[in-house]
């Protein structure tokens, strides 16, 4: 799922093509996209695009006469930006929004239909789209320690939970868990002052590195929009060595999620118990990174 970092970037590039532009024309072409019936789609069409923002890890576009066609691209949704002569993606296009200068098309690759497209006419309608977690990038450590002890989660769900902090996913959060050296299942209670404000500095540092050379990669419209980056210290590299020490990365893989750690650096060398292979495994299951 693309998280902060794609997600400002996408809001940058369509600001730099949409704002002040007219939406000429709006196709919606799966009947699964569109998930609000009042106000009507229709009335998008026509109007000028007042400005580009996010909302966690929605896509906001605001338009004139206080109208919101707020965009969530789930897991495999993605934005395109299309100039004539290139014709949008005939099987994977949801959504197109067409301009004068060109085209803003929503894709989503795969037969689950997960993206969603929101019309909403009022603040108070686009408030209600919000989770409500805290923007990292615009609090302080008080607050954010606050936020993450109101509940007693590890921190891995913590920092993973839009009600508590806003566009952190999957993969964000395990390198920022790695930056912190921290443990992905130590709770959030537990978690000393000092420990706390590692996090919250790992968050921020994290965050904006990455958003600083997603743009740099990316000068014109992005077009790989990845989970998987081969620059990342922990996340999608299970097996191989962490840049810090060498060990080898180790996961935690539960249902279609996993969770990469580095044994050496962020829990003392234990190896976290994953739910099939160590019950799997039972006494063989090794309890330390030494033991590999």
């Not at 004068?100 to 686009?126: I, K, N, Y």
């Amino acid at each position: 799922m693309p998280e902060l970092p794609d997600i400002a970037l996408y809001v940058q590039r369509s600001r730099e093509r949409l704002e002040g532009q007219v939406l000429r024309r709006l196709r919606v072409l799966s009947p699964f996209l569109l998930r609000t019936a009042l106000p009507p789609i229709a009335g998008a069409e026509g109007r000028r695009v007042v400005g580009v923002h996010h909302l966690g890890k929605r896509v906001v576009l605001a338009l004139e006469s206080d109208l919101w066609l707020v965009i969530h691209l789930m897991i495999a949704g993605r934005l395109r930006w299309i100039v004539p002569p290139a014709r949008p993606p005939a099987r994977i296009s949801l959504a197109l929004l067409e301009f004068d200068a060109g085209t803003l098309v929503l894709t989503e690759a795969g037969s689950q239909r997960r993206a969603s497209l929101h019309c909403v006419g009022s603040t108070e309608a686009l408030a209600a789209l919000d989770a409500g977690g805290l923007d990292v990038l615009a609090t302080d450590a008080l607050s954010f320690g606050a936020r993450l002890r109101s509940e007693n989660h590890t921190l891995k769900r913590a920092l993973t939970d839009p009600r508590l902090l806003s566009g952190i996913g999957n993969a964000y959060s395990d390198e920022i868990l790695h930056r912190a050296r921290l443990s992905p299942l130590a709770l959030t209670r537990s978690l000393g002052d000092e420990g706390m404000q590692r996090l919250f500095d790992a968050t921020r540092e994290v965050l904006t590195e990455w958003t600083t050379r997603l743009a740099a990669e990316s000068p014109g419209w992005p077009e790989k929009v990845t989970a998987f980056h081969p620059q990342m210290a922990v996340h999608g590299r299970y097996g191989q060595p962490c840049p810090v020490c060498a060990s080898p990365v180790q996961r935690i893989v539960h249902a279609d999620n996993e969770c990469n750690y580095c044994a050496r650096c962020q829990t003392g060398g234990r190896l976290l118990a994953d739910r099939a292979l160590s019950r799997l495994l039972r006494a063989s299951w090794p309890k330390h990174i030494d033991e590999l």
